[in-house]
């Protein structure tokens, strides 16, 4: 499966932001899709997950009651909802996908798209 995810960029802090996995080459509803994070300077860290179905969700606790991920299995896409931007949410974003159950851990995907920056200026 291809993921391409889209949607980052410049905010304001307080300011709210949409990204959007899209997925390619398989049925996208088989796989569980996690977003994922990492900002200059530090390692790569889990922000949301969501299982195949789209009945299961799981977040980080430092974005957890300001983004929500939902899918839409029809049109094969994720998204990432993120509202109350902060400064330190500030990264490139990256979607991924793997069979099973939805996993914080990042090496556990076999499936990555290419990031897209989101910017959050404070």
């Known amino acids: 499966v291809q993921l391409q995810a889209f949607g980052g960029g410049l905010v304001q802090a307080g300011g709210s932001l949409r990204l959007s996995c899209s997925a390619s080459?398989?049925?996208?509803?088989?796989?569980?899709v996690g977003w994922f994070r990492q900002a200059p300077g530090k390692e790569r860290e889990f922000v949301a997950a969501?299982?195949?179905?789209?009945?299961?969700?799981s977040y980080a606790d430092s974005v957890k009651g300001r983004f929500t991920i939902s899918r839409n299995s029809g049109k094969n896409t994720v998204h990432l909802q993120m509202d109350s931007l902060k400064s330190e949410d500030t990264a490139v974003y990256s979607c991924?996908?793997?069979?099973?159950?939805?996993?914080?851990?990042?090496?556990?995907?076999?499936?990555w798209g290419q990031g897209t920056q989101v910017t959050v200026s404070s």
């Open positions: 991924a996908a793997k069979i099973g159950t939805r996993s914080r851990i990042g090496d556990s995907y076999d499936y």
């Open positions: 969501i299982s195949w179905s789209g009945g299961l969700t």
């Open positions: 080459g398989r049925t996208f509803s088989d796989y569980a």
